[in-house]
């Protein structure tokens, strides 16, 4: 099965939340500004919507359980590297079939490719890849239902900035860069997990049409008031009216043909004489 709007994708995360897992990864720089030709993975975190819990993979956990020094991290980071996306895909490894919430992470360049490709080039064989058709861009679920200028760009931190702010530990893509050079990879890691968290907000709110977006078309505006509280309470009050005048036109309607009957004359039945 696959999700191609955002009405559908709405419809399934209210009947089956526990099949929607969050996903969000920092790396180093995404342009050429790396010893290598395709960016480092430094952190990948994980939510499962329906509990709310996450799983994380980071560079100074991961290098703190193979025993290596911060000052060897770099060094030594095909080791670390290699080691935690071993542990992230043993992890999606029995979850293929749940979808994947991401924000645009769409290609080789950033995405799921990009995860896939350095798992190959650590010298590991195929990764247990996540059909795409089993992967959902958040933005585009939110671009479908609220127009394509729901926010202003760079719209993941707009879009925060709308609902609740942005938080503390919140890094831009320039910030990342820098904390990978100074080798603060707990920083970018708190950076990932404070995205994921906001994803599941987000999430959360478009189910309920509560996203607070910049878009002013009357479509939006009639979609929030049809899911509004207020709009629900009086859509049921109209279902419990429409039941009771049901109930009492069946019950005048029997009573009317009681009377009816009762008042009718009684029938005299004639009998036929015979001769024996």
């Not at 419809?11 to 480092?40: A, T, W």
């Not at 530990?169 to 910030?175: P, T, V, W």
Request: proline share 3%; glycine share 6%.
């Amino acid at each position: 099965m696959s999700i191609s709007s955002a009405r559908e994708f709405i419809g399934e995360v209210k009947k089956h939340p526990e099949n929607f897992y969050l996903i969000h990864y920092s790396c180093q720089n995404l342009n050429d500004d790396n010893e290598g030709l395709s960016p480092r993975i430094t952190s990948i975190a994980v939510s499962h919507y329906a509990t709310e819990q996450s799983v994380s993979f980071s560079t100074h956990a991961i290098a703190e359980e193979l025993g290596i020094p911060r000052e060897q991290v770099i060094e030594r980071f095909d080791d670390v590297e290699k080691e935690l996306l071993d542990q992230f895909y043993k992890f999606i490894r029995d979850r293929r079939d749940k979808f994947w919430v991401h924000w645009n992470m769409r290609n080789a360049t950033y995405g799921f490719e990009h995860i896939e490709h350095r798992y190959r080039v650590l010298g590991q064989k195929d990764a247990p890849i996540i059909p795409v058709e089993r992967r959902v861009n958040l933005s585009d679920m939110i671009s479908q239902r609220y127009g394509s200028d729901y926010v202003a760009h760079p719209k993941l931190p707009n879009l925060m900035d709308l609902n609740g702010g942005k938080h503390r530990d919140f890094l831009s893509g320039a910030d990342e860069v820098t904390a990978f050079n100074n080798s603060e990879f707990m920083r970018m890691h708190k950076s990932t997990l404070s995205k994921v968290s906001f994803f599941h907000t987000a999430l959360r709110k478009l189910v309920k049409g509560k996203l607070h977006t910049s878009s002013r078309g009357w479509g939006v505006r009639l979609d929030r008031l049809f899911e509004s509280r207020g709009v629900k309470a009086a859509g049921l009050l109209g279902v419990v009216l429409s039941l009771v005048l049901g109930v009492n036109q069946i019950w005048n309607l029997a009573y009317s043909e009681q009377i009816d009957e009762s008042s009718a004359p009684p029938i005299i039945e004639q009998g036929v004489e015979t001769s024996e």
